[in-house]
């Protein structure tokens, strides 16, 4: 078994890069692959509650952040300097993540098979 982990860093309406990661980390789960989520930059704003995409014309893909849970994914990590420098904490998030430091992203890549970066 393969452990890949998923680093996202886009916007999440910016561009489809999160919804992409969100296929990504299914299909993977689906193959009984292991796998880690690591949200960090701009793509920290995907987790934020109050979120209005129809106002950019975009679908709200943040119920299907749900779907994790079902495909029991559960190495889910924000970086905890992404979530500082946009004025956010976990607190505030729609999921529930672990805060990943500069030092538990290096174990998180150390461990992987391979790393897949959108």
């Given at each position: 078994m393969k452990h890949i982990v998923v680093i996202s860093q886009q916007a999440p309406y910016a561009q489809q890069s999160l919804k992409e990661a969100l296929d990504l980390?299914?299909?993977?789960a689906a193959i009984d692959?292991?796998?880690?989520?690591?949200i960090?930059?701009?793509a920290v704003f995907a987790l934020a509650a109050e979120q209005q995409p129809k106002l950019l014309g975009q679908k709200d893909f943040t119920k299907?952040?749900?779907m994790l849970e079902l495909y029991d994914i559960d190495s889910l990590y924000v970086c905890a300097e992404s979530?500082?420098?946009r004025?956010?904490?976990d607190s505030a998030l729609i999921l529930d993540v672990k805060t990943a430091l500069?030092?538990?992203k290096q174990a998180l890549l150390a461990k992987a098979t391979q790393v897949?970066?959108?």
């Open positions: 980390l299914l299909i993977f692959q292991e796998v880690t989520w690591l960090e930059g701009d299907a952040l749900k979530l500082t420098d004025g956010m904490d500069t030092q538990d897949v970066v959108l």
